[in-house]
């Protein structure tokens, strides 16, 4: 099947850091063209129209995709049904425990209102379940390990922004190097995501709040509670000086026997801006979507669902020449 032209009008939900990564790619893409961003804030300091979020709907008609650009620990949940109702939407939901709850939940709002939800793009989820799914599917008896890190998860520092009495918040996964050099040799069957990394938080907040926000961060499930986490209290000034940047990256290691011989799989990935990569996953995944709703298909779709050529805004004919 051949990838129809089509220009596909795209809208973000959502202006923080990802959001305003999607901006700048959409603009960067042959095939879309950018409609505008819908906030819960009146002034972005961008020069692409802003709706206010809560009249979104009255624009579905103007938008083939919209990209949720919102965080996972509070605002997708709770918003993303709603959208999915009235428009194609793709989103980076990033709960791991909870994602097949969020493919039920859009799933059927999606059907409703006759549109595709593309859920849980980015890297991980996105290309890192990609490659589990690959790689594992090589091996009779797949040996597999993930790490992250060292880098600023978007979606841990978003979980930590939502405790209550936080001022400022960011939030870096750091892997252990040793279990890296284990999983690579083959020996990672012990290893587990929890026994491999630490989660490191740096918080601006009253002191007065302090040991609610330790306590509400390390107790929270999935996210911080079942890892070893550490919570340090900072100035304003210290958090300016250096906590900006947002590097992350991360190893997918897969290795087996095959009959006698053992071989291994690596993905890997090196970012210097985990929101413009997650970004650049995210709109490729959106471009998916709109030529799947534009074939008729309704309903939520993963990474795992979708071929490859539908990411690509060259013709198939021609990525079959260049690429297979
Ligand atoms: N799957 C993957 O691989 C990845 C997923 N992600 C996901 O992306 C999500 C979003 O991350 P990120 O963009 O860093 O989160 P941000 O905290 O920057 O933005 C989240 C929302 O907060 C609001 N917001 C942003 N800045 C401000 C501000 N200054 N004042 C008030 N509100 C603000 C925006 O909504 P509004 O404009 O309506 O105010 C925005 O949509 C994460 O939760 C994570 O789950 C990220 C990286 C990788
Ligand atoms: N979802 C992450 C990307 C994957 C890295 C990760 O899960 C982590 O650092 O814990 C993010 O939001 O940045």
Redesign the pocket.
């Known amino acids: 099947m051949s990838s129809s032209p089509m220009t596909i009008r795209a809208a973000i939900?959502?202006?923080?850091?990802?959001?305003k990564s999607v901006e700048k790619l959409i603009r960067a893409q042959p095939d879309m063209d950018l409609v505008g961003i819908f906030?819960?804030?009146s002034e972005?300091g961008t020069d692409t129209p802003v709706f206010p979020?809560a009249s979104a709907a009255d624009h579905a008609q103007d938008i083939d995709v919209l990209f949720l650009?919102?965080?996972?620990?509070t605002?997708i949940p709770e918003q993303a049904p709603g959208y999915a109702r009235h428009f194609t939407t793709v989103d980076?939901?990033?709960n791991h425990h909870l994602i097949p709850d969020h493919y039920a939940t859009m799933d059927a709002a999606a059907r409703q209102g006759g549109n595709v939800a593309m859920i849980?793009?980015?890297?991980?989820?996105?290309l890192f379940s990609l490659n589990r799914t690959l790689a594992s599917a090589l091996f009779p008896d797949a040996q597999q390990n993930t790490f992250w890190g060292k880098g600023l998860?978007?979606?841990h520092?978003?979980?930590v922004?939502r405790v209550p009495g936080v001022r400022r918040g960011v939030q870096y996964t750091i892997p252990n190097e040793e279990a890296i050099v284990e999983a690579k040799a083959g020996r990672g069957a012990e290893i587990s995501a929890t026994s491999a990394h630490v989660r490191e938080c740096y918080v601006v907040a009253d002191e007065a709040d302090h040991a609610a926000i330790r306590e509400a961060i390390t107790t929270m499930p999935d996210y911080f509670a079942p890892y070893d986490t550490t919570v340090h209290f900072i100035s304003d000034e210290v958090f300016e000086r250096d906590h900006q940047g947002m590097p992350h990256g991360g190893h997918v290691v897969t290795s087996g026997d095959l009959g006698g011989s053992r071989s291994s799989v690596e993905f890997v990935l090196e970012l210097e801006s985990?929101?413009d990569f997650?970004a650049a996953?995210q709109v490729a995944y959106g471009r998916a979507a709109a030529r799947l709703k534009a074939e008729g298909k309704t309903g939520a779709f993963t990474v795992l669902e979708v071929a490859p050529y539908l990411l690509s805004p060259v013709a198939l004919e021609e990525l079959i020449r260049r690429d297979v």
């Open positions: 939900v959502g202006y923080g850091n990802l959001g906030s819960r804030r972005l979020a650009c919102l965080g996972s620990a605002d980076t939901y990033d849980s793009t980015g890297w991980d989820p996105g998860s978007q979606g520092s978003d979980a922004r985990n929101p997650t996953s």
